[in-house]
């Protein structure tokens, strides 16, 4: 039983574990070490005032990081039924235009081009053909894989390698920022894997067959009814409404103690285990969890290293928020759209390194004020085209030029943020990687007492992010 429990990292892998371990172990101290001042790791939202054309104040929500969840983590929605979260929610029915309407923007054509969302939407669609290729495709040529390989690859297989690079890019794009041709489709999309083989190497015969998941164990209380018909949530504040729920929360643990502005810089295992901080204080816990980075945690390694904390490389995103007035409604209604990869990579004159752009005033309006609330969009830029220094200017005329080659109006508000090295890609191997790591971590010197968790580690998703800190120390009793 742990006397003592060390989490190295504040983001939200740290806070759900502190939230669970706290929990579990009421009797045992719990110290949260993060390196910044607040906590909440990626997932920050800041509430910004400005004034509108006619100079009425306004009150809008930008998003840095992670912005809108699906209702599939059953982790998430437990965290939001036990913090008492629900009058917070800002849903997107399936039946709203957000849910139904997502486009692409396909080099050389003129304004963006929906994704079907039904069959009779397909018969009218330009992307009608690339769609039938690829289901006829994936229903006649079974094909069943070997062993791990990239998302790239794996779609080539079974729905043709214009679809892959059409609809698979642009899906790595908005979920990874990465290149499809280098993620790991077992450790990025294991519900396709699932589905092929189920489908016996038939992907879309596979996704029929898939059996309904079970929310046994999580204390969900209505949440599935909350849920009923909806295609995405978020919260009238954000994202942060979950890590300013979970640092309130565990401020009045008597058994949490949370440590900000506070780097870990030495992590060991002599006799005992031994966490050294940027401060020098020294702590002796009986058990770790790092919610950090891998990346940042292999430097702390005093003695006995870790495998793989390196293999993979991270993609850093620029993200533009961009704030129009109300009366500007210049897209169309939708999600937003995303950017394939051309046809000749990543270094093309026709894209400096946009990956897609979210039309948030469609799905989170209700987080701004007054209504009818400010246009807001956030456009992401860099993971694979690498580092992108584009002006302002150059996105804003992008940016019009994707939706039609429309007059934007004038800017209310914009920030542009970087985020270095902010979600992990898995190359192929990964879980396998994974699984060696987790070998190490029970046999080896730290005999069970560090448990490594994080985006880099189990999927980068809140959900996966959630799931993994409520999973933490499910052996140390
Ligand atoms: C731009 C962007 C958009 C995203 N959009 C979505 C989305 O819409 N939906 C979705 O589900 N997911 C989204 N994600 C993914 C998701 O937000 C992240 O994967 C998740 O927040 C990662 O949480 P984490 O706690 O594992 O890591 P982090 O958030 O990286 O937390 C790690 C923490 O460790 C701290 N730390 C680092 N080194 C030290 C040290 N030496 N000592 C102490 N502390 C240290 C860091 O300061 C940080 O707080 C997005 C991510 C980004 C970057």
Request: glycine share 10%.
């Amino acid at each position: 039983m742990p006397a003592h429990v060390a989490i190295l990292g504040g983001g939200l892998s740290g806070l759900s574990a502190a939230f669970h371990l706290s929990r579990r172990f009421p009797n045992a101290l719990i110290t949260i070490i993060e390196k910044h001042n607040k906590l909440g790791g990626w997932a920050q939202s800041d509430r910004i005032e400005v004034k509108d054309e006619r100079g009425q104040p306004c009150s809008v929500l930008l998003e840095s990081g992670p912005r809108t969840l699906r209702p599939n983590a059953h982790s998430v929605l437990e965290l939001i039924h036990l913090l008492g979260l629900k009058d917070s929610l800002v849903l997107t029915p399936r039946s709203a235009a957000a849910a139904r309407k997502r486009f692409l923007y396909i080099y050389g054509t003129k304004g963006l081009t929906p994704l079907p969302s039904s069959v009779a939407a397909l018969v009218s669609s330009p992307l009608r053909s690339l769609f039938v290729r690829a289901g006829l495709r994936d229903t006649f040529i079974a094909s069943q894989s070997a062993g791990d390989e990239s998302v790239h690859e794996f779609l080539s297989r079974h729905f043709g390698e214009d679809f892959a690079l059409t609809l698979g890019s642009a899906l790595v794009h908005g979920i990874y920022a990465a290149d499809s041709r280098k993620l790991s489709v077992r450790a990025a999309f294991p519900t396709l894997c699932e589905a092929e083989k189920r489908g016996r190497g038939r992907v879309i015969a596979g996704s029929f067959l898939s059996s309904p998941t079970t929310t046994n164990g999580y204390d969900l209380g209505d949440m599935k009814s909350v849920m009923d018909g909806v295609s995405v949530y978020s919260f009238r504040d954000g994202l942060s409404t979950i890590t300013n729920a979970l640092q309130a929360h565990l401020a009045f643990k008597p058994n949490v103690r949370m440590l900000l502005g506070t780097g870990v810089s030495r992590l060991s295992m002599g006799d005992a285990v031994e966490v050294t901080m940027s401060t020098g204080e020294r702590i002796t816990p009986t058990h770790v969890v790092s919610a950090l980075p891998l990346p940042q945690l292999q430097p702390l390694l005093a003695s006995s290293s870790l495998p793989h904390l390196n293999a993979n490389p991270s993609s850093s995103v620029k993200v533009a928020n961009f704030v129009f007035p109300s009366s500007s409604r210049f897209h169309p209604d939708g999600f937003g759209y995303l950017i394939p990869r051309s046809k000749s990579g990543y270094q093309n004159s026709e894209n400096p390194g946009i990956l897609g752009t979210v039309f948030d005033s469609c799905s989170l309006a209700e987080q701004d004020r007054p209504s009818p609330a400010p246009i807001k969009v956030t456009m992401m830029l860099g993971g694979p085209y690498g580092h992108v220094d584009i002006p302002e200017s150059t996105l804003l005329s992008h940016l019009a030029s994707h939706v039609g080659g429309v007059r934007l109006p004038k800017l209310l508000y914009s920030r542009i943020q970087h985020h270095r090295d902010c979600i992990p890609s898995f190359t192929p191997g990964h879980l396998e990687r994974m699984d060696e790591l987790r070998q190490v971590l029970r046999e080896g010197p730290w005999k069970g007492r560090l448990e490594v968790i994080g985006a880099g580690v189990g999927g980068v998703s809140v959900g996966d992010c959630v799931e993994a800190g409520r999973n933490a120390g499910v052996h140390w009793q």
